[in-house]
C-alpha cells in the first residue's frame, strides 16, 4: 500500500442501500463502500498473510467488511492472466494457458464490457473461498475489466495507468477497440519507467501529444510521479466527476481509489 492510508469512514453505513467494492492484489485486501449515486463514503485496507491461521482475522473484525450489502464487487489483479478472442475462448482448456503457478488455483473468467474479448484469470482457490464467505460477491472479474468499464463507452483515445501495491497496470483503447492492456511488476521508480516505456511505445503514444491518466496509490510528490513526469508532457490524474469523495482527510485524493470506483461502475 505504500505510504497512503486509505481509511476513513464518513457516515453510519446501512449495507443494503450501498455497494462494497473490493480490491484483492498480491497481498492486500482494500474495500470502498459506495452509495448508489457512486459516492465514495468509506474505504479501508488490510494485509493478507496466507501463511496465517486466520489471513483474513484483521478484515473479519472491519464492520464496513459484510455480506449484507445491496451488490458486492470483487476486483481480482493477477499476475498471470490472458486475454482471449471468441474463438479461443469457445475452446475452453483455459488451464494450458498458465503454467504450474496455476495449480491450487480456480480459473474465473470474465468478458470486456462491449467486446468479444474475454479475460481469464487464475484465483488461488483457498484465497476465493475465503472471499466467498466474508463478502458473498454479487460478482467477481478482473481489473483489465475494470479499467475498462471506467474508458466505456469513450471511443476517444485513451490512454490509462493504473498503480497498484506493487504493480504497474497499463490499458490503451483507441476508437473503441482495445490497443493494449498489460500488468508488470515492479520494484523501483527505474522499473516502473522501463514498464510504462515498453507498454506506451507498444501502444504507439506520442510522448509530447498523447495524455496518460494515471491513478492510483501515488502522488505528485512520490517518487515514482517525480521519476516519470519528465518523459511524457500530459500526465493527468483519471477523471472521476462522477464520484464525490466524502473523506476529510485533505490527503485522499480521488485517484487515490480509482480501482474501487472502476470497479463499482460494473455494479449497474
Known sequence: MGQINLTFISKNIDPKDHILSVLIEADSFVYGVF???????AAGDHTIDMHKQDPFADVKKDENVNVDYYK?????????????????????????????????????????TDSGIHVVFP??????????EIVM???????????RQYIYPSHAKKNVILVGADRLHY????????????AY??????????????ATDFASVDREVDVLEIG????????????ISPYYRH??????????????????????????????LCAS
Open 35 to 41: 452509495d448508489k449515486q457512486l459516492n465514495l463514503v
Open 72 to 112: 458486492s464487487l470483487v476486483v481480482y489483479s493477477t499476475e498471470e492472466f490472458a486475454h482471449l478472442g471468441e474463438l479461443d475462448f469457445g475452446g475452453g482448456d483455459f488451464e494450458a494457458y498458465f503454467n504450474d503457478m496455476a495449480i491450487g488455483s480456480e480459473i474465473l473468467n470474465d468478458r470486456l
Open 123 to 132: 484465483v488461488d482457490r483457498q484465497l476465493r473461498a475465503n472471499i466467498n
Open 137 to 147: 460477491p454479487s460478482s467477481e472479474m478482473h481489473i483489465s475489466t475494470a479499467m
Open 171 to 182: 490499458m490503451s483503447y483507441n476508437k473503441g477497440g482495445l490497443v493494449l492492456y498489460n
Open 185 to 198: 511488476t515492479y520494484r523501483t521508480k527505474e522499473d516502473f519507467l522501463y514498464y510504462l516505456q515498453l
Open 216 to 227: 492510483g496509490w501515488l502522488g505528485v510528490d512520490s517518487d515514482i510521479y517525480k521519476y
Open 235 to 264: 500526465l493527468e490524474w483519471v477523471g472521476l466527476s462522477a464520484m464525490n469523495l466524502e473523506s476529510k482527510d485533505e490527503d485522499h485524493l480521488k485517484h487515490h481509489y480509482f480501482a474501487l470506483y472502476a470497479n463499482a
